[in-house]
Protein backbone atom coordinates (compact mmCIF):
# COMPACT_ATOMS: atom_id res chain seq x y z
CA UNK A 1 0.00 0.00 0.00
CA UNK A 2 1.62 3.47 -1.10
CA UNK A 3 1.04 6.47 0.91
CA UNK A 4 -2.22 7.78 -1.35
CA UNK A 5 -4.02 4.41 -0.69
CA UNK A 6 -3.23 5.01 2.87
CA UNK A 7 -4.53 8.59 3.03
CA UNK A 8 -7.72 7.78 1.24
CA UNK A 9 -8.05 4.68 3.21
CA UNK A 10 -7.60 6.78 6.54
CA UNK A 11 -10.36 9.03 5.43
CA UNK A 12 -12.78 6.31 4.55
CA UNK A 13 -12.61 5.19 8.12
CA UNK A 14 -12.89 8.69 9.59
CA UNK A 15 -15.89 9.12 7.12
CA UNK A 16 -17.18 6.04 8.45
CA UNK A 17 -17.18 6.68 11.66
CA UNK A 18 -18.59 10.06 11.28
CA UNK A 19 -21.40 8.16 9.38
CA UNK A 20 -21.79 5.31 11.98
CA UNK A 21 -22.12 8.40 14.80
CA UNK A 22 -24.68 9.85 13.33
CA UNK A 23 -27.00 6.73 13.11
CA UNK A 24 -26.54 5.39 16.19
CA UNK A 25 -29.37 6.25 18.50
CA UNK A 26 -26.62 5.52 21.87
CA UNK A 27 -24.92 8.74 23.17
CA UNK A 28 -21.87 6.92 24.43
CA UNK A 29 -21.70 5.37 21.33
CA UNK A 30 -21.85 8.28 19.19
CA UNK A 31 -19.19 10.37 20.84
CA UNK A 32 -17.13 7.31 20.89
CA UNK A 33 -17.18 7.11 17.32
CA UNK A 34 -16.67 11.04 16.84
CA UNK A 35 -13.88 11.23 19.00
CA UNK A 36 -12.42 8.32 16.97
CA UNK A 37 -12.89 10.41 13.91
CA UNK A 38 -11.91 13.22 15.09
CA UNK A 39 -7.99 11.26 16.30
CA UNK A 40 -8.38 10.09 12.70
CA UNK A 41 -8.54 13.67 11.48
CA UNK A 42 -5.20 15.02 13.77
CA UNK A 43 -3.23 11.75 12.47
CA UNK A 44 -4.28 11.85 9.03
CA UNK A 45 -2.82 15.74 9.23
CA UNK A 46 0.11 14.49 10.84
CA UNK A 47 0.99 11.86 8.01
CA UNK A 48 0.18 14.69 5.32
CA UNK A 49 2.28 17.42 6.95
CA UNK A 50 5.16 15.71 6.17
CA UNK A 51 7.89 12.55 8.17
CA UNK A 52 6.89 11.85 11.88
CA UNK A 53 9.57 13.16 14.02
CA UNK A 54 9.69 11.44 17.31
CA UNK A 55 10.46 13.29 20.62
CA UNK A 56 13.13 11.82 22.57
CA UNK A 57 13.27 12.64 26.19
CA UNK A 58 16.70 13.00 27.73
CA UNK A 59 17.48 10.49 30.30
CA UNK A 60 16.20 11.43 33.65
CA UNK A 61 19.02 11.30 36.41
CA UNK A 62 18.52 8.37 38.83
CA UNK A 63 18.10 8.58 42.59
CA UNK A 64 20.69 6.94 44.33
Request: net charge neutral; aromatic share 0%; hydrophobic share 40%.
Amino acid sequence: MDREQLIAKMRGRIDMCRRLAQSTTDKRTADTLRQMAEEGERDLAELIAGPIRLAIKPDLPTAE
